[in-house]
Nanobody, 121 residues
Framework: QVRLEESGGRLVQPGGSLRLSCEAS????????MGWFRQAPGKERQRVAA????????YYLHSVVGRFTISRDHAKNAVYLQMNSLKSEDTAVYFC??????????????WGQGTPVTVSS
C-alpha cells in the first residue's frame, strides 16, 4: 500500500520560512516523479513544484519561483519543499504527490492527506 505522509505545516508570519516534508512508503521512490500541490479555501488545487526522479527536471508555479525549492532524499524516501519569503497568498493545504515517470504534470498516481500552512500576522 502506497503512503505519502506530509508534515511541517503550521502558522507562520509573512516573510517567514517553512520546510514541508513528505515521507513515501510502498513504492519504489527512486523511480517516481514527486511534487507538491496546494489548495486554498474556495480555490482549485494547483501544482506548486515537481521534480523528476533523477532531479534532472523541475517545475515551479510562477508565483513561487525564487522563493520555494523542491528537493528529494532517496536514502530517506522523502521529498521536501523549502518555502521562503512566505506571503498570505501562500496560505493553503499542501499535498504531496507522486507520478509515474516521466510525468511531472496531470493527475498524480498517489496523493498525501495534506498539511495546512497558514501565513498570517
Amino acid at each position: 500500500q502506497v503512503r505519502l505522509e506530509e508534515s511541517g505545516g503550521r502558522l507562520v508570519q509573512p516573510g517567514g520560512s517553512l520546510r514541508l516534508s513528505c515521507e513515501a512508503s510502498g513504492l519504489t521512490f527512486s523511480t517516481y516523479s514527486m511534487g507538491w500541490f496546494r489548495q486554498a479555501p474556495g480555490k482549485e488545487r494547483q501544482r506548486v513544484a515537481a521534480m523528476l526522479s533523477d532531479g534532472s527536471s523541475t517545475y515551479y508555479l510562477h508565483s513561487v519561483v525564487g522563493r520555494f525549492t523542491i528537493s528529494r532524499d532517496h536514502a530517506k524516501n522523502a521529498v521536501y519543499l523549502q518555502m521562503n519569503s512566505l506571503k498570505s497568498e501562500d496560505t493553503a493545504v499542501y499535498f504531496c504527490a507522486a507520478w509515474m515517470p516521466p510525468r511531472l504534470a496531470g493527475a498524480p498516481e498517489y496523493w498525501g492527506q495534506g498539511t495546512p500552512v497558514t501565513v498570517s500576522s
